[in-house]
């Protein structure tokens, strides 16, 4: 429990300062007339869904290049593809590459009689 209440901390302190780096909003703190402090915060909306659009965006762009340069060539549907113009997929490794996350294909274990 202790270790969740930790990760949400992090989590929480990761976001705040990501904002302020960002500029997602601003804090003014100042005292009024009584001496008392007073905080101010303005969140700027349109920065924020304009940089979270442009994150997923580019998240979304560099998927489909990895997936475009690791997958197979699109072809029309209910044609075949030309085997000697069409490259051959890369043979799958044995040692951890990652690719697992973004393949296309899953790879195959071989299984015992």
Known sequence: MRNLLALIGLFVVVFVGVGWYCEWYTLDIQKNSE???QI???VNTN???DDASGFFQTIGRLISEKMEREGTPKTAPGSTPDPATSPTPPAP???FSGGWLFSPQRPTSPRSP
Request: hydrophobic fraction near 15%; charge should be positive; charged fraction near 25%.
């Open 40 to 42: 101010q915060t303005e």
């Open 93 to 95: 490794t044995n040692s």
């Open 47 to 49: 920065k924020v869904s």
């Open 35 to 37: 001496g008392k402090l």
